[in-house]
Structure formats: C-alpha cells, structure tokens
C-alpha cells in the first residue's frame, strides 16, 4: 500500500484550455518588443488590427491570453542533439488569444477561488488580488477573470476562467 499521497500531481501546461466548454479565442501576430515575454498563459493586448503585443501600454485592450502551446513550432534550443522545451513563442508569430472560456496558468503566488486575476502591464505576466481589490501600481485587472479551479498553497497551475465580457476595456 501507498506509504502517502502525492498532492502535487501536474494536470496540464500552461496556455492549455481546460475544458471543452465555450471558449473564444482569435489569432492575433505577437509583436511584443522582448520575446521572452510571448509566454503561453500570459495576457496581451490589442495594438493594431490584427496584432497583439504581452502586457498593455496605454489605453490598449485585452486581447486575450496566449494558448494553444502544443500547436506552436518548438524555437527551442538544441542541446546534446535534443530540442530544448519552451513554452515561448517568437515575435511575428501568430498566435491564438483566448477572451473566454477556461485555461491553465501559472500563477506567481498561492490564490484562492474566485480571486481576481490581472497582468502585470509590461510583461502580461497574470496574478491575482481578493475580489472587488484593485490592481497594482503598473498591472491591470481583466475585466470578469476569476480563479475557477486547482489552487495552490504557493505558485504554481491554476485555472482561471475569463467571462464573455472579459475583451471589454479594463
């Protein structure tokens, strides 16, 4: 018999659609200043029809957060003759932009469900404050975004879910 449990079992990657109920999401050309900040479950913003860039500068809107990794080209690098897993993606990549439905994140710190969920302005990186709290100095709150399931003690996966009113300006 088990001696004890594993709690910390993964359930999925970060930029993944939980579930299959709706869910809306456009493909957008990433064109943020650093590509290290086009990180699959990070938030973006609208700067021209069609394109996107991590994080909002500005009066831009929420376009969405980056999904869908597992249909991206590996720009991993080569080590040992093995490619590199990377969860980024390069600048002047399509890449889909989820405004609704549920997805798999990576959050910073513990949260708890029905938390708030907002990104940090220059890097779309998301994190969470209590509900009916405002965002940081320098971070926006995504309009109707909440932390629905698999919360942690410390940082780690979580599923947010972001309202259909969510690509309305924040």
Known sequence: FPSHDRTEQGFGVAGEVFDNGPHRAQPFIII????T???F?????VTAEGKAE???YGSQVFAGILINPKEASSNGTVAGGTLAPTLTIPINTVGSL???????????????????????????VLATTAPGASAP???TLIKGAYVDRFTRINAGLAVIT?????????
Request: glycine residues 10%.
């Open 162 to 170: 972001l309202a259909p009113n969510s690509r309305a300006a924040a």
């Open 32 to 35: 943020s200043d650093d590509a």
């Open 41 to 45: 479950g990070r938030a973006f913003t």
């Open 137 to 139: 100095a320098s971070s």
């Open 54 to 56: 991590a994080g909002k």
């Open 98 to 124: 989820l405004s609704e439905g549920s997805i798999i994140v990576q959050l910073p710190a513990s949260a708890n469900i029905g938390d708030a969920v907002y990104f940090n302005d220059a890097t779309g």
């Open 37 to 39: 900040d086009n990180v």
